[in-house]
């Protein structure tokens, strides 16, 4: 993660102000400005994001938090649209953040998420951001996580957090927000042999895409299917059925049914402090990957390892020493090298 020296750490303290205030004023270069800084890899710029999301925590934590799934071609741009355009209408502030752990490989493609949501992105009352890879799901997520504070303080009441790949991303998502939707569409007994029984397990909804025209017969028998598939999930909480309903992105409707669906999931769990309980916890495990991944940052850059770790990697390589045996020399360096 870097340190900082007493220069930049006494400069860092004397300019943070104006990136709060301006936060605090709802100014979106500033929101912009200060989200670069969280995205930023160098050590002062890190240091000096902690200290704005410090003094902008008092005003975080009353949006709603929702994330959006979905596998490719179900819609998820058109569908994050049409939501955020209908919160905008209904007098919402929506922020969309994305998160994309293979951008680095497939060349920026959250970029073009953003340019298709034509008529969000030119709304005053709305900011799309996407999160860049650092090589990381949980460097990613990390980033995220810090970005949605950000918003919450800019006055943004509704972040929708938009998961981009298909894997381990929808746990990282499930694990920052309140409500985690699961996108589809029609034909469902494909999709439902094909779709992981755990990113069912972590939906609050499932919403079937694309019913509309010809398609409305199918997206219906694909509701019913998803139902049936419910009955044999434990589900997320023990005083919400997870519910599977139907909507056309396209044609903007069942959209105000799946917010109302939010809504109520966020009023219910909030009279039985489930909601408050699910942060404290998310907050608990985001502290401990923030320690996991500093630790393995330490880990790299310390030179007893830094030193050793070439030549323990070829004789892994090479089978002369086990993984096991490997990794014990690795950590005993480092009590050895404290110990001189």
């Known amino acids: 993660m870097g340190t900082v020296t007493k220069d930049a750490f006494e400069m860092i303290t004397e300019d943070i102000q104006p990136y709060v205030d301006g936060i605090r004023q709802q100014d979106r ?47 998820k741009s058109t569908f994050i649209e049409s939501l955020g355009v209908h919160l905008v209408n209904t007098g919402h502030r929506v922020a969309v953040l994305a998160v994309d752990p293979s951008s680095r490989r497939s060349g920026g493609s959250i970029l073009a998420d953003k340019t298709r949501m034509e008529q969000l992105s030119v709304m005053p009352q709305a900011f799309i951001r996407p999160s860049p890879s650092s090589g990381t799901l949980g460097g990613v997520a990390g980033k995220t996580r810090e970005t949605m504070l950000v918003c919450e303080a800019a006055g943004f009441d509704v972040i929708i957090v938009e998961t981009i790949g298909v894997g381990q991303s929808e746990t990282a998502v499930s694990g920052m927000v ?28 499932v919403a079937i895409n694309k019913a509309d025209g010809d398609n409305i017969d199918r997206a219906e028998s694909a509701r019913r299917e998803f139902e049936t598939a419910f009955h044999f999930l434990s589900p997320v909480s023990p005083t919400w ?7 056309s992105a396209l044609e903007m409707t069942g959209i105000e049914d799946i917010w109302k669906t939010v809504c109520r999931h966020r009023s219910k769990l909030t009279e039985t402090g489930e909601i408050q309980a699910k942060r404290r916890a998310q907050s608990i495990d985001w502290l401990w990957s923030l320690i996991e991944e500093g630790l393995r940052d330490r880990f790299h850059r310390h030179p007893a390892v830094s030193g050793m770790l070439p030549r323990v990697i070829r004789e892994v390589e090479a089978g002369e020493t086990t993984p096991t045996a490997a990794a014990v020399r690795l ?6 090298h404290s110990k001189v």
């Open 29 to 75: 270069r500033i929101l912009a400005k200060t989200i670069t800084l969280v995205e930023s890899s160098r050590p002062e710029h890190q240091e000096r994001s902690r200290r704005i999301i410090d003094q902008l925590l008092p005003a975080t934590g009353n949006a709603i938090r929702l994330g959006v799934t979905g596998f490719p071609g179900a819609g």
């Open 178 to 205: 309140d409500f985690f939707l699961v996108l589809m569409i029609a034909g469902a007994g494909d999709e439902l042999q094909g779709i992981k029984k755990g990113v069912l397990e972590l939906a609050d909804a």
């Open 241 to 247: 059925t997870p519910p599977v309903l139907t909507c």
């Open 331 to 336: 950590l005993f360096s480092l009590d050895n």
